[in-house]
């Protein structure tokens, strides 16, 4: 029963170009959603975060878009660059309670020099 | 500033032995997470500690496996007679809030193979 999905196991765009990165999830209690990075053998590296009271969220480079009623978020990276190739995570909590993470099975992003 | 630390970073253990995986969170942090990853999956939960208290541990195996956070030291990890199955990497997170958000700020993982 996977209640975040990351429906794409990889991903492959050329430098410079537009790379987006998908997630679903089934838990209407999610209120707030995180997107981790992860090199081989590293641990997850926090990239950029959305509360439910939003649905877009920029950072320099990256942004993300929540989509409430279709329970749909997505990770913009603008413009791609070879050093972002990683396996991308999409993750969900609920605020109040033990807020342990429920991650999806990751995304790897390629970016083609 | 050190990040979330975790020792060892790949231990090789025998069926039947015992596992210690120890995590030291960020300087500030009292909140402790620990995930499991097997390959080619996502990080799966296993428990949430504070100082001195398991807060969940919903995703902890009912048997051999057991977390503690004392109030002095690193939080401990621990798997009593290994199997096969318990080969893969187990990550650790801290966050300085808990409960009300925060975001959780992974350690470079342990990497645990069982012969």
């Given at each position: ?113 | ?24 969170p960020m300087k500030g942090h009292s909140h ?62 801290s966050s300085p ?19």
């Amino acid at each position: 029963d996977q209640q975040v999905k990351q429906n794409s196991p990889s991903l492959s765009v050329q430098e410079g170009r537009i790379s987006i990165l998908n997630c679903d999830y089934t838990n209407s209690m999610f209120d707030y959603f995180l997107w981790y990075k992860k090199y081989p053998a590293e641990g997850p590296t926090f990239l950029i975060s959305i509360s439910s009271i939003k649905d877009k969220n920029e950072d320099g480079r990256f942004t993300v878009f929540l989509n409430k009623s279709a329970k749909h978020l997505s990770l913009h990276i603008v413009p791609s660059q070879p050093g972002d190739s990683a396996v991308y995570f999409c993750a969900a909590l609920t605020q109040g309670g033990s807020e342990k993470l429920v991650f999806g099975k990751g995304t790897k992003l390629t970016v083609n020099p | 500033n050190a990040g979330v630390m975790q020792n060892p970073r790949h231990l090789v253990r025998r069926r039947g032995q015992e596992a210690r995986l120890r995590c030291s969170p960020m300087k500030g942090h009292s909140h402790v997470y620990w995930y499991r990853q097997l390959p080619e999956e996502g990080l799966k939960f296993m428990v949430y500690l504070q100082k001195e208290n398991i807060i969940d541990e919903s995703g902890m195996p009912k048997e051999r496996f057991s977390a503690e956070f004392p109030k002095e030291g690193p939080s401990i990890l621990r798997i009593q007679q290994v199997v096969r199955g318990d080969s893969a990497a187990y990550f650790c997170a801290s966050s300085p809030y808990g409960q009300g958000g925060g975001t959780q700020y992974f350690g470079p993982g342990t990497r645990l193979t069982v012969l």
